[in-house]
């Protein structure tokens, strides 16, 4: 008869190995990405505003806070010194002024675009030191991360 409690032993562990994993990955990629990158680190919420606007060009400042569980003053301080960096712009919305939307400078969109490549370029190099079986069982966890990260980012979730 099989164990009831196996698959919740096996829920655990997963998880487990992903909070331990996840974030080690992370920031090795962010630190190969600072040996190289020419321009200065950003920190991580500006970062991730710039991505999600970058994404969803035009959402507004509110929006943008949703998205990234933050409260609206504190993303709208961020929207204020990425603006004052050159990388955001805010325009106001014709229908009410009180709105903003955001939309990334081409400046931002460039440094994005080679910070990305280099996060690339270095995973792209790690992963030729796997084994084809990991590299296979890596393309198949793909689907199951995304399913695992928009369930993370959903209300309910």
Do not use: C
């Not at 919740?8 to 998880?15: K, L, M, P």
């Not at 970058?54 to 949703?66: K, S, Y």
């Not at 995304?146 to 959903?154: E, F, I, K, P």
Request: net charge negative.
């Amino acid at each position: 008869m099989p164990d009831p409690t196996a698959p919740g032993q096996d829920i655990d562990r997963v998880a487990s190995a992903l909070v331990a994993v996840l974030p080690a990955l992370h920031r090795g990629l962010e630190r190969k990405v600072a040996q190289e990158f020419p321009h200065p680190r950003l920190p991580d919420g500006q970062m991730a505003l710039l991505f999600l606007v970058e994404e969803r060009e035009g959402i507004t400042v509110r929006e943008t806070a949703e998205a990234l569980l933050m409260k609206p003053n504190n993303v709208s301080a961020l929207v204020s010194q990425l603006t004052d960096r050159g990388l955001l712009e805010r325009r106001q919305d014709p229908a009410d002024k009180r709105v903003a939307h955001l939309y990334p400078t081409a400046t931002a969109r460039e440094r994005l675009a080679a910070a990305r490549a280099l996060k690339e370029a270095h995973l792209a190099g790690s992963l030729h030191f796997l084994t084809e079986g990991e590299l296979d069982a890596l393309g198949a966890a793909l689907g199951a991360l995304t399913s695992l990260n928009r369930h993370l980012h959903s209300p309910i979730g």
